[in-house]
C-alpha cells in the first residue's frame, strides 16, 4: 500500500509511470490498473520469438491490454 501511495504522490507532480520489460509474467492485471502506467515497454522476447504463434498472440494481447488502459507502447 506504501508503494502506491508513493506512485500517488509522483503523479501530483505530473510525472508519467513507465512499465519497463512487461511481459506476460511480470505483472497481473490488477496491479497494472493499480499502478496506472502511461507506457508499456515490452519484453526483448516477445519481439525476438514474434514467428512462433505463442508469441504473437501473447504480442497482440499485450497491445490490446496497453491500448485498453490508455497507455503507449
Given at each position: ?11 501530483r ?15 497481473s ?17 516477445l ?8 508469441y ?18
Amino acid at each position: 500500500e506504501r508503494f502506491f501511495g508513493v506512485l500517488q504522490e509522483i503523479r501530483r507532480w505530473n510525472v508519467h509511470i513507465a512499465v519497463d520489460d512487461f511481459t506476460f509474467d511480470s505483472f497481473s492485471l490488477r496491479r497494472l490498473e493499480r499502478i496506472q502506467a502511461r507506457f508499456l515497454k515490452l519484453g526483448p522476447e516477445l519481439a525476438r520469438n514474434i514467428d512462433h504463434p505463442t508469441y504473437r498472440g501473447l504480442l497482440k494481447g499485450a497491445v490490446l491490454v496497453a491500448e485498453g488502459m490508455g497507455c503507449r507502447l
